[in-house]
């Protein structure tokens, strides 16, 4: 309990927001708001000490204001999430990202697969893998960015099949708040969204991805790039889809105004 009490007092804020309608309210979180009311109500040990964001009065503790949310506090109460039961009960655990707190350059995916549940770590497969190198090209590291996703739970799959879905936007509605946090806390100046489905589900944009490549979009004053996800390439391994990508990731070191050498900017160039 002593654990518990920081991410108990730190979850009302924001369950509370997406009860009251701040953002596509994820039929808000009720049962995990029931949940931690109830956890909250219960009498706190003797020994339990006040979290570090939590002015305390006498015995009445008062709820942090929104603002002093941390990263660390979010992802513990997201962890705990149970708005989807169908998700919860197939997924192995929610990934709810990784990388800088602090990040200039943020990317965004749709959903976990069966690697991310398995790992808990978002883009850790095949495309996880092609991503890393995007990154590494830009003169990144996975410990320089942050990566999440708009849903934070593998998309279920029927029983016996193998492989992954995509989210459906309801899905993505309900859990959309949990990614606009992070957004808030981490302060990125570049989101990248990768692949149509992420674009949809972080802006609601839904013309296809060769209409919204290659050109700036708006998430709240942050510009955003969109471009293929990771597993179209790995589809489609031509070297003009490649540049394709490239181009847009050079938009987005320049648009952060890192150095770009020449050999960055001849990547995937036809000799
Ligand atoms: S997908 Fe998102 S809203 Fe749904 S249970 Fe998982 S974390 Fe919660």
Redesign the pocket.
């Given at each position: 309990m002593d654990r518990l009490q920081p991410a108990i007092e730190a979850a009302l804020p924001l369950l509370r927001e997406m009860r009251d309608g701040l953002g596509p309210q994820?039929a808000a979180?009720r049962a995990a708001l029931a949940r931690l009311a109830a956890l909250k109500a219960a009498p706190a040990p003797r020994s339990a000490a006040a979290p570090a964001a939590t002015a305390t009065s006498g015995t009445s503790p008062k709820i942090i204001p929104t603002q002093e949310w941390t990263l660390d506090t979010l992802r513990a109460t997201?962890l705990a999430?149970?708005?989807?039961p169908h998700?919860?009960r197939s997924?192995k655990q929610?990934v709810f990202g990784v990388g800088n707190p602090r990040a200039e350059l943020m990317f965004v995916g749709e959903a976990p697969g069966a690697d991310e549940d398995e790992q808990g770590e978002p883009f850790v497969g095949k495309a996880g893998q092609l991503l890393t190198k995007i990154i590494q090209t830009m003169g990144h590291s996975r410990d320089t960015v942050y990566i999440g996703n708009v849903?934070?739970?593998r998309p279920d799959m029927p029983a016996g099949s193998t492989g992954n879905r995509k989210p459906k936007p309801d899905?993505m509605a309900?859990?959309l708040p949990?990614l606009k946090k992070q957004i808030d806390l981490i302060g990125p100046k570049v989101l990248v969204a990768l692949g149509a489905t992420a674009v949809e589900g972080l802006l609601g944009e839904t013309r296809p991805m060769n209409q919204l490549r290659g050109r700036w979009l708006d998430y709240h004053g942050i510009p955003v790039m969109a471009t293929y996800h990771p597993a179209y390439l790995l589809r489609n391994q031509s070297l003009s889809e490649k540049r394709k990508v490239w181009e847009d990731m050079l938009l987005v070191l320049e648009k952060l105004g890192a150095p770009i050498s020449e050999k960055q900017r001849g990547f995937f160039l036809s000799k």
């Open positions: 994820p979180s997201a999430c149970v708005e989807c998700l919860v997924r929610v849903l934070k739970c899905e309900t859990c949990w």
